[in-house]
């Protein structure tokens, strides 16, 4: 079982940066696709972005230019570096990873910009 661990919430003023990580043990994470994903509250859970085993990324229009997702292969781990956050970013954020059609969900960490 694929256990994944995000971690680097919090409260960060608008304007400000945050890095979620997302790290899991026991597997090779570089074998994944992995994404991010966020609910607000009293919304659905909607994509962020993405970063296939190959190494291409994709993002949401919401967030391009801003938020960055990249991989570290040395901490088993994928990070997304957010930029000139917004209040609008104001969510829980949710790692998801597939691999050969199973996919996994993580508990999810809060990210609160305040307006």
């Known amino acids: 079982q694929v256990q994944l661990v995000e971690s680097g919430g919090g409260l960060v003023q608008p304007g400000g940066s945050l890095t979620l990580s997302c790290a899991t043990s026991?597997?090779?994470?570089?074998?994944?696709?992995v994404a991010w994903h966020r609910q607000a509250p009293g919304k659905q859970r909607e994509f962020v972005a993405v970063?296939?085993?190959?190494?291409?990324?994709n993002y949401a229009d919401s967030v391009k230019g801003r938020f960055t997702i990249s991989r570290d292969n040395a901490k088993n781990a994928v990070l997304l570096q957010m930029n000139s956050l917004k209040q609008e970013d104001t969510a829980v954020y949710y790692c998801?990873?597939?691999?050969?059609?199973?996919?996994?969900w993580g508990q999810g960490t809060q990210v609160t910009v305040p307006s």
């Open positions: 026991g597997t090779n994470f570089s074998q994944y696709a």
């Open positions: 970063t296939s085993s190959y190494g291409t990324t």
């Open positions: 998801h990873a597939v691999r050969q059609g199973v996919a996994y």
